[in-house]
Protein backbone atom coordinates (compact mmCIF):
# COMPACT_ATOMS: atom_id res chain seq x y z
CA UNK A 1 0.00 0.00 0.00
CA UNK A 2 1.25 3.41 -0.57
CA UNK A 3 2.23 5.36 2.27
CA UNK A 4 0.16 8.65 0.11
CA UNK A 5 -1.03 10.43 -3.02
CA UNK A 6 1.49 13.18 -3.39
CA UNK A 7 0.73 13.55 -6.98
CA UNK A 8 -2.72 15.21 -7.22
CA UNK A 9 -3.04 16.05 -11.23
CA UNK A 10 -1.95 13.54 -14.56
CA UNK A 11 -2.64 13.77 -17.92
CA UNK A 12 -4.06 10.93 -20.00
CA UNK A 13 -4.35 10.74 -23.57
CA UNK A 14 -7.63 9.14 -25.17
CA UNK A 15 -8.33 7.79 -28.79
CA UNK A 16 -12.16 7.74 -29.57
CA UNK A 17 -13.01 4.31 -30.30
CA UNK A 18 -15.98 3.35 -33.08
CA UNK A 19 -17.67 1.68 -30.59
CA UNK A 20 -18.34 4.87 -28.03
CA UNK A 21 -20.06 7.25 -30.89
CA UNK A 22 -23.88 7.40 -31.79
CA UNK A 23 -25.07 7.33 -35.38
CA UNK A 24 -24.41 10.82 -35.47
CA UNK A 25 -20.75 10.09 -34.97
CA UNK A 26 -20.42 11.52 -32.08
CA UNK A 27 -19.05 10.40 -28.10
CA UNK A 28 -22.19 8.70 -26.21
CA UNK A 29 -23.01 10.52 -23.35
CA UNK A 30 -22.81 7.19 -21.26
CA UNK A 31 -18.86 7.20 -21.77
CA UNK A 32 -17.75 10.29 -20.16
CA UNK A 33 -18.18 8.56 -17.34
CA UNK A 34 -15.74 5.79 -18.07
CA UNK A 35 -13.08 8.48 -19.33
CA UNK A 36 -13.40 10.20 -16.08
CA UNK A 37 -12.66 6.77 -14.51
CA UNK A 38 -9.87 6.06 -17.02
CA UNK A 39 -8.18 9.30 -15.74
CA UNK A 40 -8.74 8.31 -12.08
CA UNK A 41 -7.27 5.31 -12.33
CA UNK A 42 -4.01 6.48 -14.11
CA UNK A 43 -3.98 9.24 -11.14
CA UNK A 44 -4.11 6.51 -8.60
CA UNK A 45 -1.42 4.39 -10.36
CA UNK A 46 1.39 7.26 -10.67
CA UNK A 47 0.92 7.36 -7.23
CA UNK A 48 2.23 3.81 -6.71
CA UNK A 49 -1.11 2.31 -6.70
CA UNK A 50 -3.92 0.24 -8.00
CA UNK A 51 -7.26 -0.07 -7.07
CA UNK A 52 -7.01 -3.87 -6.72
CA UNK A 53 -4.53 -3.23 -4.27
CA UNK A 54 -6.49 -0.89 -2.52
CA UNK A 55 -9.73 -3.45 -2.56
CA UNK A 56 -7.63 -6.20 -1.58
CA UNK A 57 -6.81 -4.00 1.56
CA UNK A 58 -10.15 -3.57 2.48
CA UNK A 59 -10.87 -0.07 0.74
CA UNK A 60 -13.67 0.55 -1.13
CA UNK A 61 -14.35 3.55 -3.37
CA UNK A 62 -17.31 4.36 -4.53
CA UNK A 63 -18.88 7.00 -6.55
CA UNK A 64 -21.34 9.22 -4.64
CA UNK A 65 -21.51 11.68 -6.96
CA UNK A 66 -20.56 12.56 -10.80
CA UNK A 67 -21.18 15.56 -12.85
CA UNK A 68 -20.37 16.16 -16.47
CA UNK A 69 -20.72 19.30 -18.34
CA UNK A 70 -20.74 19.06 -22.09
CA UNK A 71 -19.18 21.74 -23.53
CA UNK A 72 -18.50 20.42 -28.05
CA UNK A 73 -18.67 16.47 -29.31
CA UNK A 74 -16.04 14.63 -30.03
CA UNK A 75 -15.97 12.46 -33.11
CA UNK A 76 -14.67 8.77 -34.12
CA UNK A 77 -10.97 8.65 -34.25
CA UNK A 78 -10.37 12.02 -32.35
CA UNK A 79 -7.33 12.17 -29.79
CA UNK A 80 -8.40 13.86 -26.43
CA UNK A 81 -6.46 14.84 -23.71
CA UNK A 82 -7.92 14.20 -20.12
CA UNK A 83 -6.36 16.12 -17.25
CA UNK A 84 -7.88 15.09 -13.89
CA UNK A 85 -6.88 16.36 -10.42
CA UNK A 86 -7.39 15.84 -6.92
CA UNK A 87 -9.81 18.41 -5.69
CA UNK A 88 -11.44 19.01 -2.04
CA UNK A 89 -10.28 16.27 0.40
CA UNK A 90 -11.92 15.78 3.75
CA UNK A 91 -12.82 13.70 5.85
CA UNK A 92 -15.10 11.54 4.26
CA UNK A 93 -14.72 12.90 0.35
CA UNK A 94 -12.33 12.73 -2.22
CA UNK A 95 -13.14 14.97 -4.77
CA UNK A 96 -11.76 14.68 -8.75
CA UNK A 97 -11.59 17.27 -11.61
CA UNK A 98 -11.81 16.51 -15.20
CA UNK A 99 -11.08 18.50 -18.33
CA UNK A 100 -11.43 16.66 -21.62
CA UNK A 101 -10.09 18.35 -24.07
CA UNK A 102 -9.47 17.88 -28.27
CA UNK A 103 -5.55 17.61 -28.84
CA UNK A 104 -5.45 18.92 -32.62
CA UNK A 105 -7.63 22.34 -31.84
CA UNK A 106 -7.36 22.44 -27.73
CA UNK A 107 -11.17 22.63 -28.20
CA UNK A 108 -13.03 21.79 -24.94
CA UNK A 109 -15.29 18.63 -24.79
CA UNK A 110 -16.28 18.20 -21.54
CA UNK A 111 -15.91 19.29 -18.03
CA UNK A 112 -16.15 16.85 -14.78
CA UNK A 113 -16.70 16.40 -11.07
CA UNK A 114 -16.85 13.32 -8.76
CA UNK A 115 -16.99 12.65 -5.37
CA UNK A 116 -15.90 9.36 -3.93
CA UNK A 117 -16.06 7.39 -0.77
CA UNK A 118 -15.27 5.28 1.16
CA UNK A 119 -17.63 2.57 2.01
CA UNK A 120 -16.98 -1.11 4.35
CA UNK A 121 -18.35 -4.54 2.98
CA UNK A 122 -22.24 -3.53 4.02
CA UNK A 123 -22.21 -0.15 2.39
CA UNK A 124 -21.62 1.91 5.26
CA UNK A 125 -19.86 4.91 5.07
CA UNK A 126 -16.22 4.81 6.60
CA UNK A 127 -13.48 7.65 7.03
CA UNK A 128 -10.82 8.36 4.49
CA UNK A 129 -7.79 6.39 5.30
CA UNK A 130 -4.78 9.08 5.38
CA UNK A 131 -3.18 8.60 2.36
CA UNK A 132 -6.13 10.42 0.66
CA UNK A 133 -5.63 13.22 3.30
CA UNK A 134 -3.84 16.93 2.42
CA UNK A 135 -0.13 16.66 3.31
CA UNK A 136 0.63 18.91 6.46
Excluded: W
Amino acid sequence: MISHCNITTCQTTIRVRYYEVDRQNTVHHSVFARYFEMGRTELLRINGCDYKTLEDSGLALVIAQLECRFRSPAHYDDELLLTTSTGKVDRVRLEHLYNLQRIEDKQVIAEGRTILVHVDQKGVLKPLPGIFAPER
